[in-house]
């Protein structure tokens, strides 16, 4: 029986550079209830679709409470448990609740906060391959820097969820 729904689209979000948090032009993605978490080790789970498509450097955790972006590297959360309010693209972004099952992909520069969450809330993270994630709080001067490294920040071959014919291959071009 397959862990991932193969009919799952992605909701798209594109958030505007606010001044401290960078973003990027190209879309967040989040799969609503794409995979399959109900059994006894969905962090494993999760970890199997991610690495299976090509994403590694996995770490097991939530999401900080204070407002982050990555500047280096691109990022997938995959929820393997409980539920969380998010806020994706900084202060100017969206609130989202994300829950068991849920993927969120953020291209490098996507601000991210954790809002709130269920004690139980636990995410798995990973990345394509290429350079170790960065963490950068906003700032004036870390956005400035931000602004040169995002864009040469090279396309990941297969989208986490779906691999090399999913959705992240055509519409982060």
């Known amino acids: ?3 991932v729904r193969q009919d799952v689209e992605p909701l798209t979000f594109v958030f505007a550079d606010d001044g401290l948090v960078p973003n990027n032009p190209m879309p967040f ?4 209830g ?9 962090e494993t789970t999760i970890e199997g679709v991610f690495g299976a498509n090509g994403w590694g450097a996995m770490w097991r955790n939530g999401v900080y409470d204070f407002a982050h972006y990555h500047a280096t590297v691109h990022e997938v959360l995959g929820v393997a448990r409980g539920h969380a309010k998010v806020r994706f693209g900084g202060d100017q972004g ?5 829950s ?10 996507t601000g991210h906060q954790c809002l709130a ?4 809330f636990r995410v798995v993270g990973a990345y394509p391959p290429g350079p170790p ?6 700032t004036p001067e870390k956005h400035a820097k931000a602004l040169q490294t995002i864009p040469q920040v090279k396309l990941p071959k297969t989208d986490p969820v779906l691999g090399a014919d999913g959705p992240l291959v055509r519409l982060w071009k």
């Open 117 to 120: 969450s269920s004690r139980d």
């Open 100 to 109: 068991a099952g849920d993927v969120a992909i953020l291209p490098a520069g």
């Open 94 to 98: 969206e609130v989202l609740e994300i």
């Open 1 to 3: 029986m397959p862990v």
């Open 34 to 42: 794409a995979v399959d978490v109900a059994n006894g080790h969905p």
């Open 29 to 32: 993605l989040v799969y609503k």
């Open 133 to 138: 994630m960065d963490l950068q709080r906003p």
